[in-house]
């Protein structure tokens, strides 16, 4: 993820090209439940103002002039934070192929469209639970029948995805160091 070698880290107060350079850093709650991901020049300034405590780094630090900072991949807040509402993320192409990695719900294949599991021609709705990542000549096949028409059947039960802010964000998966931390 981070191309820049240790002599361009820079303090946590510039803009040099580690803190502009995308890095996210995932972060929980007090309760190790995954919040959200900020970024890097967000996650420093939390762990400088004491707010939340590194528990991943990928080694490097960050050095200012008072202090030094390991470069937090996972931060944890100090003080637990009430989320009073959780925003559901609603089911678009991307967020369908993120929650099903990409793989087709039907032959298990590279996919990159959306197939209603109950097509919407014949009611089905566009609902987590009736959306499904499926490859074109699968949906295509499938058109709009059935799955027991056809003699196919889901191997799961679709479902919204748990962590709809981590998904949100472009996944758990993109940064190795997150995953003891965020569900699949
Ligand atoms: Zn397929």
Redesign the pocket.
């Known amino acids: 993820m981070l191309t820049e070698t240790p002599p361009s880290l820079t303090a946590p107060h510039a803009s040099g090209p580690l803190i502009g350079s995308g890095a996210r850093t995932l972060l929980l709650n007090a309760s190790m439940e995954p919040l959200c991901i900020v970024s890097l020049r967000r996650a420093v300034s939390l762990v400088m103002t004491e707010k939340a405590t590194v528990l991943e780094t990928d080694g490097r630090v960050l050095h200012s002039e008072h202090m030094s900072v390991p470069l937090p991949v996972v931060l944890c807040l100090t003080r637990y934070v009430h989320v009073p509402v959780r925003h559901p993320v609603p089911p678009t192409r991307r967020t369908v192929l993120q929650r099903d990695s990409h793989r087709?719900a039907?032959?298990?294949?590279g996919?990159d469209t959306v197939d209603h599991v109950h097509p919407r021609s014949r009611g089905g709705r566009h609902e987590w639970g009736n959306v499904v990542a499926?490859?074109v000549?699968?949906n295509h096949r499938k058109a709009d029948r059935l799955l027991h028409e056809i003699g196919w059947s889901l191997s799961f039960t679709p479902r919204a995805p748990r962590w709809s802010v981590t998904f949100a964000a472009g996944g758990a998966r993109s940064e190795p160091l997150w995953s003891a931390y965020v569900p699949a």
């Open positions: 087709c039907y032959c298990g294949g996919a499926a490859c000549r699968c």
